[in-house]
């Protein structure tokens, strides 16, 4: 399970920042687009999402352990680790059935604004747009699988990703 936690900490808060931040640099060398002039704005906002962002995620981790009896992630059929006994739906998981994600999005975000550049704006919204059309299908299929009814049911009553804001069927 540490290792699970070690790739995941090393893809989420070292890796994907990295090539978000020297993709923008490159870009940004011919055409740079400023979100804000504003910077107190922007450190607040900064503030406010990597705290929110770290929440989600910290808060995410500690359910699926204590709850759920292991973690999320399944690479091509490999446990990154021991896949979770019982389906979470409490804490952060009564929001959207996505908080880890959202939380690592909400700090993504924040970067973005630390660079504030459009174009890590637009870099962070293809990242999650992938994110939601790949990783976030691979993981329903397992829960499907692994939980059944009980996953159809809270499927149907909780966000994919944005917390408060259920899809419509």
Same mark, same amino acid.
């Given at each position: 399970?540490i290792?699970?936690?070690?790739?995941?900490?090393?893809?989420?808060l070292?890796?994907?920042p990295?090539?978000?931040?020297?993709v923008?640099?490159?870009?940004?060398?011919?055409?740079r687009?400023?979100?804000?002039g504003?910077?107190?704005l922007?450190?607040?906002?900064?503030?406010?999402?990597l705290?929110?962002?770290?929440?989600?995620?910290?808060?995410?981790?500690?359910?699926?352990?204590?709850?759920?009896?292991?973690?999320?992630?399944e690479?091509?059929?490999?446990?990154?680790?021991?896949?979770? %006994?019982?389906l979470?739906?409490t804490?952060?998981? %009564?929001?959207?059935?996505?908080?880890?994600?959202?939380?690592?999005?909400l700090?993504?975000?924040?970067?973005?604004?630390?660079?504030?550049?459009?174009?890590a704006?637009?870099?962070?919204?293809?990242?999650?747009?992938?994110?939601?059309m790949?990783?976030?299908?691979?993981?329903e299929?397992?829960?499907?699988?692994?939980?059944?009814?009980?996953? %159809?049911?809270?499927r149907?009553?909780?966000s994919?990703?944005?917390?408060?804001?259920?899809? %419509?069927?």
């Open positions: 399970m290792r699970g936690y070690v790739f995941g900490g090393l893809l989420v070292v890796i994907f990295s090539l978000i931040w020297t923008t640099a490159l870009a940004d060398y011919v055409l687009i400023p979100i804000t504003n910077s107190s922007r450190w607040i906002i900064v503030i406010f999402l705290v929110s962002g770290f929440a989600f995620r910290i808060t995410s981790i500690v359910y699926q352990n204590i709850v759920g009896k292991g973690g999320p992630l690479i091509s059929n490999i446990e990154i680790s021991p896949k979770t %006994r019982n979470v739906i804490g952060p998981y %009564r929001y959207c059935r996505n908080p880890m994600l959202f939380g690592t999005f700090i993504y975000f924040a970067l973005a604004l630390v660079i504030n550049s459009l174009t704006v637009i870099l962070v919204a293809l990242l999650a747009a992938f994110m939601l790949v990783v976030v299908k691979l993981e299929a397992r829960l499907l699988k692994d939980f059944g009814e009980q996953y %159809r049911q809270y149907r009553k909780t994919k990703i944005i917390p408060w804001f259920p899809e %419509r069927e």
